[in-house]
């Protein structure tokens, strides 16, 4: 009825029985903040599903086999209530080594639904699931705004504001130069939200850029946004979204909308933006 494909619509399953795991976890609950695309997706502006659920692992102390300790026993609270089997398969940590400030751990999580026996079969033989969900688990990265949201029954689970998210793209996109990345999903993600997301605090927004570009050593500044190495590294493989997204806006416009909310950002009096229609 949503459109959605039936491979697509497993694996978001498969998803959320993450993130509701993640929930009934107590310090992952608590120390963990989904952030990025799938947060967009799953809880503030729906429109275009990623392969990795991102988290910001807040504090100390995260190495990956104390990761791959407690994420196995939150899936196995998920294995009752969802009916979803699960378990780490691998964790890996990027870049290796010890004494790293800033490392990203990549689970690699296998599972099995109710109407899969071959993966349900694989799992039981202690094999590795040919099903995955892919989470990220960044450390020490700057989270500026957090809310909780409710689950199934009651659970809590730390997201990124809105705000942040904005933030982070928007230093995503500066960073593309220094990094010689493209980011033309961040582009769209921002250009949605302006036209049809919820209302926007543009004051909030700027001080969270502050604080992420610092952290960084980014120049968050109009004429830095006006670079056209910027756009230019966004409009690769920008076209290719149309395909994976819901709301797809061609690239002029969506440089043209996000252009405006930088101004308006920057502005002495950042107002609260409202969505356009």
Same mark, same amino acid.
């Given at each position: ?28 609950? #608590?120390?963990? @903040?989904?952030?990025?695309?799938? =947060? %967009? ?6 429109? +275009? &599903? ?112 809105? #705000?942040?998210? @904005?933030?982070?793209?928007?230093? =995503? %996109? ?6 010689? +990345? &493209? ?95």
């Amino acid at each position: 009825s949503h459109g959605v494909p039936a491979a697509q619509a497993r694996e978001r399953f498969a998803q959320y029985g993450v993130l509701w795991a993640i929930s009934q976890h107590p310090e992952l609950r #608590e120390h963990l @903040v989904f952030k990025g695309g799938n =947060a %967009l997706d799953f809880v503030w502006c729906p429109n +275009r &599903s990623t392969k990795d659920l991102d988290f910001t692992g807040l504090g100390t102390g995260w190495d990956a086999e104390n990761l791959r300790h407690r994420f196995d026993q939150a899936l196995q609270r998920a294995r009752g209530r969802l009916e979803f089997q699960a378990r780490v398969q691998k964790v890996h940590q990027n870049p290796p080594g010890p004494n790293r400030t800033m490392p990203t751990f990549q689970i690699t999580v296998g599972y099995a639904l109710p109407d899969d026996p071959r993966n349900q079969a694989r799992l039981a033989r202690g094999e590795a699931s040919k099903a995955i969900i892919q989470v990220e688990v960044s450390v020490n990265e700057c989270v500026c705004g957090v809310e909780s949201i409710l689950l199934e029954g009651g659970a809590q689970l730390q997201v990124a504001t809105l #705000e942040d998210i @904005v933030a982070e793209k928007l230093r =995503a %996109l500066l960073q593309q130069i220094p990094r010689k +990345r &493209s980011r033309p999903q961040d582009l769209l993600d921002i250009a949605v939200i302006s036209r049809e997301g919820h209302p926007l605090n543009l004051e909030r927004v700027r001080g969270f850029l502050r604080e992420k570009a610092e952290a960084r050593g980014v120049d968050p500044t109009l004429e830095a946004f006006r670079n056209l190495e910027v756009w230019e590294r966004a409009r690769h493989g920008y076209d290719a979204l149309a395909h994976t997204s819901r709301t797809f806006i061609p690239f002029e416009g969506a440089q043209a909308a996000v252009l405006r909310l930088i101004e308006g950002m920057m502005a002495a009096e950042a107002p609260v933006l409202r969505p356009e229609r």
